[in-house]
């Protein structure tokens, strides 16, 4: 491949990628179906964070947050599960788990989702005297897109810095 060659391919892959992270972040995914928010200090402590009790499963939860976080994306958006001790660092200290999942936006955004259903009748989940089948917490982690931007041109201009190398050692 020539210089002209590897420049068109960069710049065609800058170009795509750069559509794919102009978009702002989407907001903060709306509430769990049936579900009460819990206005506790931790859980409260900032506009990133919400816990919810519900009654839904695991599978519903992830299945509302899937959708709810994917408006207006089509694309790619893996699942990453994570050890329950990990909600401890990612979410808040001392907080309980009983699974914890990532749906992420690749080079854009991040939510996590931390539930915990008790096995043990003492950690039963109350709130204002009711019972829930367990409590969500919900983490949002946005990016600024001029720091997006910034590290999309920085692939590109990398992407064809590698091609000229391959192209030279080629020769």
């Known amino acids: 491949m ?6 068109v391919v960069s710049v065609f892959f800058t170009i795509l ?14 509430q769990l179906p049936d579900s009460v928010q819990s206005f506790e200090p931790a859980d409260v402590e900032t506009e990133l ?9 695991r599978g519903e939860v992830i ?8 408006k207006g994306f089509t694309i790619f958006t893996p699942r990453l599960n994570y050890p329950p001790e990990e909600a401890q660092t990612i979410i808040r200290d001392q907080t309980k ?24 009748k003492q ?5 204002e005297g009711i019972e829930y089948r367990q409590k969500v917490i919900v983490r949002y982690i946005p990016t600024s897109q001029s720091l997006r931007i910034s590290l ?8 064809y810095l ?3 190398s391959i192209r030279k050692l080629k020769k």
Do not use: M, W
Not at 98 to 119: A, Q
């Open 2 to 7: 020539n210089k002209t060659i590897n420049l």
């Open 17 to 30: 990628l750069l559509i794919y992270v102009y978009p702002e972040s989407p907001d903060f995914p709306k």
């Open 49 to 57: 964070r919400r816990g919810y009790y519900t009654n839904l499963t």
């Open 63 to 70: 299945e509302h947050y899937k959708k709810e976080f994917n």
């Open 97 to 120: 788990s009983t699974f914890l999942e990532e749906i992420v936006h690749p080079f854009r955004e991040s939510i996590y989702i931390n539930g915990f259903e008790p096995k043990e």
């Open 123 to 127: 950690y039963a989940q109350f709130y």
């Open 152 to 159: 999309s041109l920085a692939t590109g201009l990398v992407l």
């Open 162 to 164: 590698i091609l000229e």
